[in-house]
C-alpha cells in the first residue's frame, strides 16, 4: 500500500504549538517511539463516496469498536470519563478552565435543527467552536500538574470535535485531525493524551472502513495498521486494545474473502493474521484473545487432517471427523433464518446433491438456529441436504455451539470442503464459490 508522509499544514501550527508546548507527558509504562502519524495514511481519501459498510459478521463485529461516547465526550450522548469526573472535583471550580469546559458540555448537547442541510453546518460550526474552546483550556492547563484532569479533558474534546469534523469534511479536515495527533506524539510518546490520539485515528479508520471499505480496501489495512499500533503501545488499555484489534481482524477476513482480487485477499489475510496473533499473544485471556486463538487455529486448517470435529444431529444421531476419511465432505454452516443462505447457498447445495448422491460426497450441516422448533419447521418446508448438528443443550447453540468457539467460525453461511482424505481443502468457499471449488475438488 502505498503511502505518504505527513504534511502539517499551517492552519494546525495554532493546535499543534499548543499541544507541544504542554509540560510533560503522562505516566503510561510504554516505551516503544510510536511510528509517524502518516505513515499510516490512505494516499487517497474521498470522503464523499457512499458505500456499503462490511457484510454480517459474528454478533455485529464492528459494535465492538468503543463509540465517541464511551472514548471520550460523544456528540449525541453526552456520557462521561474519568476525566470529566475529576474535573467536577477541580480545586478551581469557577476558574475559566472549567467554566470553559463546562461551555462545551452544554454545547454537545444542545439540539441541532431538524432540517439535515441546517443540522450538518451546525454541527460543523459546534466542533470549530469545540475546537477553539478546547485549545482555550489547553493553554491555561497545560504548564500546572495539578490541572491535568483538565487538560486531559480537553485533548479528549479537542479529538473528538477533529473527529467528527473529518468526518463531515474532505481532505483539509482529515490532516488537521493527523496533525495534531502527530503533535501529541511528538510531545510525549507515553502519554495518555497520544494514547487517545492514537485510538482517535484508530476509530476514524474504522469507521472510514465501514463507509467507504469495499470501494477502497486500504482503510481496512490502515485500520488494522492502527489497531496494532495502539496495542503495542498501550497495552494497559485493555478493552480499547481488544475491540481494535478484533473488529479489525475480522474486518480484513470477511472483505479478503470476499473480494476477486487475489492480490489485495492476500495483503487483508496478512493484516488479519497479524491482529489475530497480537491479540492471541498480548490479550490471550479475554473472550476476544480466546477468539482469535481460535481463528488462527480455523486459518491454519487448509492442508491438514480435520479432528476435533464432531457433535449430536438433530434427528439423534452423530457427526465426527473421525469417519470423514473414505468419502469426499462438505461442511455448512447455516442459520435458517438468513435469506443469504435460503436464498443463496441452499439452491446450490440442492444441485450439489443432485449431481453427487450420498454414496459419493458426504454434506453435513452445523445448524445455528436457536430454537429447535424453529429449526425443524424450516428443514420441514425446505429440502436441506446433509444430517444437521445441533446441539440439545441451548446454551450451545447459535454463535455458542463449541464447534463456532473451538474454530473462531466468523461468518454463516460459510462451506468448508475436506477430500476423500479427511483433509481441509478449504475453509473460505461461499454460495458463488462453493460449486466450482467441489469440481475442482473431485474431478479425476
Same mark, same amino acid.
Given at each position: 500500500?502505498?503511502?505518504?508522509? $505527513?504534511? =502539517?499544514?499551517? %492552519?494546525? /501550527? #495554532?493546535? &499543534?504549538?499548543?499541544? +507541544?508546548?504542554?509540560?510533560? !507527558?503522562?505516566?503510561?509504562?510504554?516505551?516503544?517511539?510510536?511510528?509517524?502519524?502518516?505513515?499510516?495514511?490512505?494516499?487517497?481519501?474521498?470522503?464523499?463516496?457512499?458505500?456499503?459498510?462490511?457484510?454480517?459478521?459474528?454478533?455485529?463485529?464492528?459494535?465492538?469498536?468503543?463509540?465517541?461516547?464511551?472514548?471520550?465526550?460523544?456528540?449525541?450522548?453526552?456520557?462521561?470519563?474519568?476525566?470529566?469526573?475529576?474535573?467536577?472535583?477541580?480545586?478551581?471550580?469557577?476558574?475559566?478552565?472549567?467554566?470553559?469546559?463546562?461551555?462545551?458540555?452544554?454545547?454537545?448537547?444542545?439540539?441541532?435543527?431538524?432540517?439535515?442541510?441546517?443540522?450538518?453546518?451546525?454541527?460543523?460550526?459546534?466542533?470549530?467552536?469545540?475546537?477553539?474552546?478546547?485549545?482555550?483550556?489547553?493553554?491555561?492547563?497545560?504548564?500546572?500538574?495539578?490541572?491535568?484532569?483538565? $487538560?486531559? =479533558?480537553?485533548? %479528549?474534546? /479537542? #479529538?473528538? &470535535?477533529?473527529?467528527? +469534523?473529518?468526518?463531515?469534511? !474532505?481532505?483539509?479536515?482529515?490532516?488537521?485531525?493527523?496533525?495534531?495527533?502527530?503533535?501529541?506524539?511528538?510531545?510525549?510518546?507515553?502519554?495518555?493524551?497520544?494514547?487517545?490520539?492514537?485510538?482517535?485515528?484508530?476509530?476514524?479508520?474504522?469507521?472510514?472502513?465501514?463507509?467507504?471499505?469495499?470501494?477502497?480496501?486500504?482503510?481496512?489495512?490502515?485500520?488494522?495498521?492502527?489497531?496494532?499500533?495502539?496495542?503495542?503501545?498501550?497495552?494497559?488499555?485493555?478493552?480499547?486494545?481488544?475491540?481494535?484489534?478484533?473488529?479489525?481482524?475480522?474486518?480484513?477476513?470477511?472483505?479478503?474473502?470476499?473480494?476477486?482480487?487475489?492480490?489485495?485477499?492476500?495483503?487483508?489475510?496478512?493484516?488479519?493474521?497479524?491482529?489475530?496473533?497480537?491479540?492471541?499473544?498480548?490479550?490471550?485471556?479475554?473472550?476476544?484473545?480466546?477468539?482469535?486463538?481460535?481463528?488462527?487455529?480455523?486459518?491454519?486448517?487448509?492442508?491438514?487432517?480435520?479432528?476435533?470435529?464432531?457433535?449430536?444431529?438433530?434427528?439423534?444421531?452423530?457427526?465426527?471427523?473421525?469417519?470423514?476419511?473414505?468419502?469426499?465432505?462438505?461442511?455448512?454452516?447455516?442459520?435458517?433464518?438468513?435469506?443469504?443462505?435460503?436464498?443463496?447457498?441452499?439452491?446450490?447445495?440442492?444441485?450439489?446433491?443432485?449431481?453427487?448422491?450420498?454414496?459419493?460426497?458426504?454434506?453435513?450441516?452445523?445448524?445455528?438456529?436457536?430454537?429447535?422448533?424453529?429449526?425443524?419447521?424450516?428443514?420441514?418446508?425446505?429440502?436441506?441436504?446433509?444430517?444437521?448438528?445441533?446441539?440439545?443443550?441451548?446454551?450451545?447453540?447459535?454463535?455458542?455451539?463449541?464447534?463456532?468457539?473451538?474454530?473462531?467460525?466468523?461468518?454463516?453461511?460459510?462451506?468448508?470442503?475436506?477430500?476423500?482424505?479427511?483433509?481441509?481443502?478449504?475453509?473460505?468457499?461461499?454460495?458463488?464459490?462453493?460449486?466450482?471449488?467441489?469440481?475442482?475438488?473431485?474431478?479425476?
Amino acid at each position: 500500500m502505498s503511502m505518504i508522509r $505527513f504534511q =502539517q499544514l499551517s %492552519g494546525s /501550527l #495554532l493546535i &499543534a504549538g499548543a499541544i +507541544l508546548g504542554c509540560g510533560t !507527558g503522562d505516566e503510561s509504562g510504554v516505551s516503544e517511539t510510536p511510528a509517524n502519524a502518516s505513515e499510516k495514511r490512505p494516499q487517497e481519501i474521498q470522503t464523499a463516496e457512499d458505500t456499503p459498510s462490511p457484510g454480517k459478521s459474528v454478533k455485529a463485529i464492528t459494535a465492538s469498536i468503543e463509540s465517541p461516547a464511551k472514548a471520550t465526550v460523544g456528540e449525541s450522548n453526552p456520557g462521561s470519563t474519568d476525566s470529566d469526573k475529576t474535573a467536577e472535583k477541580s480545586p478551581f471550580p469557577d476558574d475559566e478552565a472549567t467554566k470553559t469546559l463546562k461551555e462545551v458540555q452544554r454545547l454537545r448537547i444542545a439540539p441541532l435543527p431538524a432540517d439535515t442541510k441546517d443540522a450538518s453546518a451546525a454541527r460543523r460550526e459546534r466542533n470549530e467552536r469545540i475546537v477553539e474552546m478546547a485549545t482555550k483550556v489547553l493553554r491555561i492547563t497545560m504548564d500546572e500538574e495539578s490541572r491535568k484532569p483538565q $487538560f486531559h =479533558q480537553a485533548i %479528549g474534546q /479537542l #479529538l473528538e &470535535a477533529r473527529f467528527q +469534523l473529518a468526518m463531515l469534511g !474532505g481532505k483539509a479536515e482529515i490532516d488537521q485531525l493527523y496533525t495534531d495527533v502527530q503533535a501529541l506524539n511528538d510531545r510525549d510518546p507515553k502519554s495518555v493524551a497520544a494514547a487517545e490520539g492514537v485510538y482517535t485515528i484508530a476509530k476514524f479508520a474504522h469507521t472510514q472502513a465501514g463507509l467507504h471499505g469495499k470501494a477502497q480496501p486500504v482503510w481496512f489495512e490502515t485500520l488494522s495498521r492502527w489497531a496494532r499500533e495502539f496495542a503495542d503501545r498501550f497495552p494497559e488499555q485493555t478493552q480499547r486494545a481488544v475491540s481494535l484489534l478484533f473488529g479489525a481482524a475480522r474486518s480484513c477476513e470477511l472483505h479478503a474473502n470476499a473480494t476477486d482480487d487475489s492480490e489485495l485477499s492476500k495483503r487483508l489475510m496478512t493484516e488479519c493474521k497479524l491482529c489475530y496473533t497480537t491479540l492471541a499473544e498480548k490479550f490471550g485471556k479475554t473472550e476476544q484473545g480466546q477468539n482469535a486463538t481460535a481463528s488462527l487455529r480455523r486459518l491454519s486448517l487448509v492442508g491438514q487432517q480435520l479432528s476435533q470435529f464432531s457433535g449430536p444431529t438433530a434427528d439423534g444421531g452423530f457427526v465426527s471427523a473421525d469417519d470423514f476419511p473414505g468419502k469426499p465432505t462438505l461442511i455448512y454452516f447455516w442459520e435458517s433464518d438468513s435469506p443469504e443462505f435460503s436464498e443463496g447457498l441452499l439452491p446450490v447445495l440442492g444441485k450439489i446433491r443432485s449431481q453427487w448422491p450420498a454414496d459419493q460426497l458426504r454434506i453435513v450441516g452445523v445448524a445455528l438456529d436457536e430454537d429447535e422448533s424453529t429449526l425443524n419447521s424450516f428443514m420441514e418446508m425446505n429440502n436441506v441436504p446433509g444430517q444437521q448438528i445441533f446441539f440439545p443443550n441451548a446454551q450451545q447453540r447459535s454463535w455458542d455451539s463449541p464447534l463456532i468457539r473451538f474454530w473462531g467460525v466468523a461468518r454463516a453461511p460459510s462451506v468448508w470442503l475436506i477430500d476423500a482424505k479427511g483433509k481441509v481443502v478449504s475453509t473460505t468457499a461461499t454460495a458463488k464459490t462453493t460449486l466450482k471449488e467441489l469440481q475442482s475438488m473431485l474431478k479425476p
